[in-house]
């Protein structure tokens, strides 16, 4: 197995490390927690969540996942191509004017989220003389995607041009499980389903999952869950982490007591001082913001937790490294940033974000290993 620590190239600042055997552990998790006749699919927009759709979609595909979610049309024309025919590729995001053409010809299955959409996926399937597949998305609280009642009024007459694969939701407050919005929308759902013609359903991601069976119908989207982000935030995870980053050091200095540290000299040591330069930067996903927030360990003395300090260059940062004495750090020594001792959820809530945000900021210029672990 590849260490996480030391098998850095020369190229990179740091590794991202992607554990493909967690990622199918984590399907089969969410798999056993929904019915023998649910069906579990994947959201793997955003590049699989910034960790490489290419890598992630077949072993997904190899774990049982047929149904696969994107959000833009070149996603879906990437991942069509990346899958065999017995996948389904949803286009989150629909149509944009002109595109129900090169939709259709792609094999992809638009999602209609307004009667616009709709007329334009109608008037394709007019040309071809036959009925064309599609989801069809419905508001039921979110004021975000999908149509309302009397759009759905408006749509009866349309449905006749579509074969409706996927009657869908999403909930805006899953991760809460107590708040009311999820009752609401789920009756909502339910009610606003039946102005269509009878389809499967879908209404919970993630964090919809643990909601209860009430919330699964026919088809789950997991997303964040698959890739080790915990779903039940007010819980321990059920998930196993598939993300880990380590970064490496390029030269440390001693400084004394009033000595500033980076741009604008936003932070003042108080204390004589060991700082070390670190090669990742905002440039990398880090956000700019995380000076002050952030933290990270040494592997081998993860008890001592090492504040990033001032601000997040483009290429580099600085952390705080006194507590750690005189342990000899020599240039590539390697930190965790996200890992067994520092979770994603944990990092990000550290950063007043989420982890959603801190893994599709993840940059390109990581030495990115894949490994098969057995999850």
Avoid at 34 to 42: E, L
Avoid at 62 to 89: H, I, M, Q
Avoid at 179 to 203: E, K, V, W, Y
């Amino acid at each position: 197995m590849i260490s996480p620590v030391r098998d850095i190239g020369n190229g990179a600042g740091g590794r991202l490390r992607v554990d493909l055997g967690a990622l199918a552990g984590n399907y089969a998790r969410l798999r056993a927690e929904v019915a023998p006749g649910v069906g579990v699919g994947a959201a793997v927009k955003a590049d699989a969540y910034g960790l490489g759709v290419a890598r992630i979609a077949p072993v997904l595909h190899k774990a049982g996942c047929r149904s696969f979610f994107v959000a833009t049309l070149d996603e879906a024309l990437a991942l069509r191509a990346l899958l065999p025919p017995d996948a389904t590729v949803f286009l989150l995001n629909g149509l944009f004017p002109g595109a129900a053409r090169e939709v259709a010809e792609a094999g992809v299955i638009p999602v209609l989220n307004s009667l616009d959409q709709a007329k334009d996926w109608a008037r394709e399937a007019a040309a071809r003389g036959r009925a064309l597949p599609c989801a069809v998305q419905i508001d039921s609280g979110m004021s975000r995607f999908g149509m309302n009642e009397a759009d759905l009024v408006a749509l009866a007459p349309e449905c006749g041009a579509f074969d409706i694969r996927l009657v869908m939701s999403h909930l805006a407050c899953a991760d809460t499980p107590g708040h009311p919005q999820n009752a609401a929308q789920l009756a909502a759902f339910r009610r606003l389903r039946t102005m269509l013609p009878p389809a499967p359903a879908s209404l919970a991601a993630s964090s919809g999952i643990f909601l209860g069976p009430d919330y699964h119908f026919d088809l789950v989207r997991p997303g964040y869950a698959l890739y080790g982000g915990n779903p039940t935030p007010d819980a321990p995870n059920p998930m196993t982490p598939v993300v880990s980053l380590y970064l490496r050091l390029v030269q440390e200095r001693r400084i004394a007591a009033g000595t500033s540290v980076g741009y604008g000299a936003h932070f003042v040591a108080a204390r004589p001082s060991r700082i070390g330069t670190v090669a990742a930067g905002y440039a990398d996903g880090l956000l700019r913001a995380s000076g002050g927030r952030a933290v990270a360990v040494l592997p081998d003395r993860p008890g001592i937790v090492l504040p990033v300090i001032g601000r997040i260059s483009m290429d580099c940062l600085a952390l705080d490294l006194t507590d750690l004495g005189e342990t000899d750090l020599p240039p590539g020594t390697v930190f965790e940033f996200i890992g067994p001792h520092l979770p994603l959820d944990d990092a990000a809530a550290r950063l007043d974000t989420i982890g959603y945000e801190v893994l599709t900021s993840l940059g390109h210029r990581y030495q990115r290993d894949y490994i098969e672990s057995i999850a």
